[in-house]
């Protein structure tokens, strides 16, 4: 008599409930998604000798914090303006009217997740959270070269279009422009990294478990 246990396709084994220690973590990662609203997402700032204890812009999910009680802000549209560059403002920097739609759709998809949630819908989950922050890195990175290559070409001083820091530290002109996340944007580097890692986990480790699951639900009453 044949005792082996039949294959599971794989479309059956995406459908094995989520473990509870992964479900604890994912409505864990619920908090890492709202406290990432209470912290900048990433902090562009500038040194020269004019302005040797520098001047800073935070960005938010939401909004734009710039140093010394926001006047940094208009000092640093000041020097934008000799070089051509428009001003940084809310209205220009448009996707942060989409931003908190989407961390907010994944906070309530990551809690479905976590209650109703198998495998497949993990693997669902995990794309779009990819999706989501990977499409607003690019677009924050295309948003630098748009302002940095959308120079007036009647401006005061004349400067060659260039691509402000990305990450880490540039030079234009007498200007360090300096670029690096902050606490948001390491919050929510956390969290996409974290799914991804209950993923992996689940489809590496998970097939024997969902041996045991399925053959507990075909045994005979």
């Not at 560059?85 to 809690?111: A, K």
Request: with cysteine; glycine share 6%.
């Amino acid at each position: 008599m044949n005792t082996d246990k039949p294959p599971l396709a794989f479309f059956e084994f995406l459908d094995v409930p989520l473990t509870m220690r992964t479900r604890v973590v994912l409505a864990g990662l619920v908090v890492v998604l709202i406290l990432s609203f209470l912290f900048p997402l990433w902090r562009i700032s500038m040194v020269a000798p004019q302005y040797p204890d520098g001047l800073y812009l935070d960005i938010y999910s939401y909004k734009l914090e710039a140093g010394n009680e926001g006047r940094d802000l208009k000092e640093i549209n000041i020097l934008n303006h000799y070089i051509g560059m428009r001003p940084i403002t809310r209205d220009e920097l448009q996707d942060l009217d989409w931003l908190p739609f989407g961390i907010g759709v994944l906070i309530i998809l990551c809690l479905r997740v976590a209650v109703l949630g198998n495998i497949r819908s993990l693997v669902d989950y995990s794309m779009l959270t990819g999706y989501v922050l990977t499409f607003a890195f690019i677009r924050f990175i295309y948003m630098l070269y748009d302002f940095g290559h959308s120079l007036d070409p009647k401006a005061p001083l004349n400067v060659e279009p260039f691509t402000p820091a990305i990450l880490g530290a540039k030079k234009v002109a007498n200007f360090t422009t300096y670029s690096s996340p902050l606490m948001g944007g390491v919050l929510l580097t956390v969290f996409v990294t974290t799914v991804w890692v209950l993923l992996i986990r689940q489809l590496w480790m998970g097939r024997r478990r969902a041996q045991a699951w399925f053959a507990g639900r075909r045994a005979p009453a």
